[in-house]
T-cell receptor, first 112, second 113 residues
Framework: GENVEQHPSTLSVQEGDSAVIKCTYSDSASNYFPWYKQELGKRPQLIIDIRSNVGEKKDQRIAVTLNKTAKHFSLHITETQPEDSAVYFCAAFGGATNKLIFGTGTLLAVQP | DAGVTQSPTHLIKTRGQQVTLRCSPKSGHDTVSWYQQALGQGPQFIFQYYEEEERQRGNFPDRFSGHQFPNYSSELNVNALLLGDSALYLC????????????FGDGTRLSIL
């Protein structure tokens, strides 16, 4: 079945450093890739998304890249701040089943 | 502009009981998806409703059922509750036109004793 792998499971960086989270999807027909940020006890919040006809998208300190050939997509956060600390989930949508499949999450800790 | 709202926020049940969770989609959205999020895991897709019909379903048993009303709100019903059903149940709404972003509600925390 469809699968999304996400690495690393935990990531600790110093304030001001960059953070990169990587995901791999199995269904080559997937065509939409959102990223969600979930703070403890709160809802997942959409922070950025990318569609399969685009290779890169940027929004201020956040960027996402997509490599359709390798079925990889990554989240890049620059100039990290303590308020970036949260669990980040990647997801892949589309393909044969039209379901949104989530990765297992990355706990990002930004040390002040 | 109201976002996705879910009720109740917390619920405690015992094994074997039945539960109904409710969701109102974001204004302008007509598609509702339900997810189960166990502690420390990513959301798992349960099913999606559009035009009052179940359009997609994940790998969940028939004990999980749902409904969508003409005003696009939705209910998730779980029968014969098991301890393993303890989780955060999230509702997300979206537009069905193409691959539109899904916006989540705050969820219902269900605890089974």
């Amino acid at each position: 079945g469809e699968n999304v792998e996400q690495h690393p499971s935990t990531l600790s960086v110093q304030e001001g450093d960059s953070a990169v989270i990587k995901c791999t999807y199995s269904d080559s027909a997937s065509n939409y890739f959102p990223w969600y940020k979930q703070e403890l006890g709160k809802r997942p919040q959409l922070i950025i998304d990318i569609r399969s006809n685009v290779g890169e998208k940027k929004d201020q300190r956040i960027a996402v890249t997509l490599n359709k050939t390798a079925k990889h997509f990554s989240l890049h956060i620059t100039e990290t701040q303590p308020e970036d600390s949260a669990v980040y989930f990647c997801a892949a949508f589309g393909g044969a089943t039209n379901k949104l499949i989530f990765g297992t999450g990355t706990l990002l800790a930004v040390q002040p | 502009d109201a976002g996705v709202t879910q009720s109740p926020t917390h619920l405690i049940k015992t094994r074997g009981q039945q539960v109904t969770l409710r969701c109102s989609p974001k204004s302008g959205h007509d598609t509702v998806s339900w997810y189960q999020q166990a502690l420390g895991q990513g959301p798992q897709f349960i099913f999606q409703y559009y035009e009052e019909e179940e359009r997609q379903r994940g790998n969940f048993p028939d004990r999980f059922s749902g409904h969508q009303f003409p005003n696009y709100s939705s209910e998730l019903n779980v029968n014969a509750l098991l301890l393993g059903d303890s989780a955060l149940y999230l509702c997300a709404s979206s537009s069905p036109r193409g691959n539109q972003p899904q916006h989540f509600g705050d969820g219902t925390r269900l605890s089974i004793l």
